[in-house]
């Protein structure tokens, strides 16, 4: 049987509309997502489709301005005046989310990215023999690797090139060879032969050239090629010379946070964004910012 609904009264509605909105049994109509995207000043989200503009959407309402400001990410952009380190983080978002990552992970790898100023820095203790770039630069990248691992020899070029690029930074190589890797003891103790005899450089860069071929015997030639004396490394092999200061490199990157390899540090703090030209370029930029306001984001 049909029933007649009740009429409510307008006075009372005033009254009760409010508590229905707020006990979520009457939804405002959501906003569409890429409008209110598209109305962020200097962003631009055309490139991404409607799930990738939903998960953004998401991101920069749930998270807080990352200078410092009690706004959300969505109102301190709305504004136009955030900081450059937020402008930043908003341009990788959004570069995540054209990746097909969530809102939750993207607001993970951001979170865990800007922990990194604020967390306790470590102090390496650096040879400069194995350091590229000039001794003041204002920027010390310390790089954990190992000569066996494909992903280290796949940076190397990209991180030799960064050093030449960006005269404020310099590279120091830390060993982390790793024990499923069968070479990688023979291969550090080659690099550090050759560090003492002042060809670390020329050493490093032909053991990851040769990273596939690796045995005591082209080591050994590598050695020779480079102008040293191959009998007097194999003694020093054979002997373990450099295994503790091996293992003592691997124990202070272990103690830093490094869980694989290569492994990157800007000024002691942890890079967490991968090693491309464009990450680091964030990352320089911001550790430059960071300096310049003295542990502290400056405002623009």
């Not at 820095?121 to 650096?126: E, G, P, Q």
């Not at 004396?229 to 490094?258: M, T």
């Not at 990157?264 to 964004?273: A, E, I, M, P």
Request: proline share 5%.
């Amino acid at each position: 049987m049909a029933t007649t609904p009740a009429i409510v009264p307008h006075s009372l509605r005033k009254l009760i509309l409010p508590l229905l909105l707020g006990a979520g049994l009457v939804h405002a109509q959501a906003a569409d997502p890429g409008k209110v995207l598209s109305e962020l000043p200097g962003l631009d989200t055309s490139t991404l489709n409607a799930m990738a503009k939903k998960e953004l959407l998401d991101v920069f309402k749930d998270e807080f301005d990352y200078c410092g400001r009690p706004l959300t990410l969505l109102e301190s952009l709305r504004k136009g005046d955030a900081c450059k380190h937020t402008k930043r983080l908003a341009l990788l978002a959004k570069a995540l989310a054209l990746e097909g990552v969530t809102a939750t992970d993207i607001i993970v790898t951001l979170s865990k990215y800007n922990q990194g100023f604020v967390g306790k820095r470590i102090a390496f203790k650096l040879d400069e023999r194995m350091c590229l770039g000039a001794k003041d630069a204002r920027v010390t990248l310390v790089e954990f690797s190992d000569y066996e691992c494909p992903f280290c020899a796949a940076a190397r070029p990209i991180l030799e090139e960064y050093v030449k690029a960006h005269g404020e930074v310099r590279l120091c190589s830390a060993p982390f060879p790793l024990s499923g890797h069968p070479h990688a003891m023979l291969a550090g103790h080659a690099a550090l032969f050759a560090r003492d005899a002042g060809k670390f450089w020329p050493m490093h860069n032909a053991l990851f050239e040769n990273q596939t071929t690796l045995s005591d015997e082209s080591v050994k030639k590598l050695v020779t090629s480079l102008g040293m004396d191959g009998a007097a490394f194999a003694k020093a092999y054979a002997a373990g010379k450099y295994k503790d200061e091996l293992e003592a490199s691997k124990e202070v990157g272990r103690l830093a946070g490094v869980d694989s390899t290569p492994t990157l540090y800007f000024n002691g703090r942890k890079h967490t964004l991968g090693l491309s030209t464009e990450a680091m370029d964030l990352s320089l930029e911001d550790e430059l910012d960071w300096l310049a306001g003295k542990n502290a984001w400056p405002g623009n």
